[in-house]
């Protein structure tokens, strides 16, 4: 069983920044790869970007590329989303996600296996 714990979100304006973490339990964290997904009022939730568990690879949603970008630090088994020039349509709940995966990384939500709480992200216009 994995633990997801995400925080850092927050009330930002239009343009600011923020960075959230995730962090996790358990001592694998290093064999997972990480997702982080965002879920507006009404919306389904969207994937936004993943890393593999090297960190070596990332893919991003064609709405934050250039904007966010994913990393983790696999010492202090966390993942982080740097978010930058942030804009409305940004404002949702992100979650993060993980799945048990040395070679692949995944942009759907039906492929992770485990997810935390959740972070409200909202930006002001």
């Known amino acids: 069983q994995v633990q997801l714990v995400e925080s850092g979100g927050g009330l930002v304006q239009a343009g600011d920044s923020l960075r959230l973490s995730c962090t996790a339990s358990?001592?694998?964290?290093?064999?997972?790869?990480m997702g982080w997904f965002r879920q507006a009022p009404g919306k389904e939730r969207e994937f936004v970007a993943t890393?593999?568990?090297?960190?070596?690879?990332?893919y991003y949603a064609d709405s934050v590329k250039g904007r966010f970008t994913i990393s983790r630090d696999n010492a202090k088994n966390t993942v982080y989303l740097q978010m930058n020039s942030l804009k409305p349509g940004d404002t949702a709940v992100y979650y993060c996600?993980?799945?048990?995966?040395?070679?692949?990384?995944?942009?759907?939500?039906?492929?992770?296996?485990?997810w935390g709480q959740g972070t409200q992200v909202t930006v002001s216009s």
């Open positions: 890393i593999n568990w090297s960190g070596g690879s990332t």
């Open positions: 358990g001592r694998t964290f290093s064999s997972y790869v």
């Open positions: 996600a993980s799945r048990q995966s040395y070679s692949l990384i995944f942009a759907s939500p039906e492929a992770y296996d485990y």
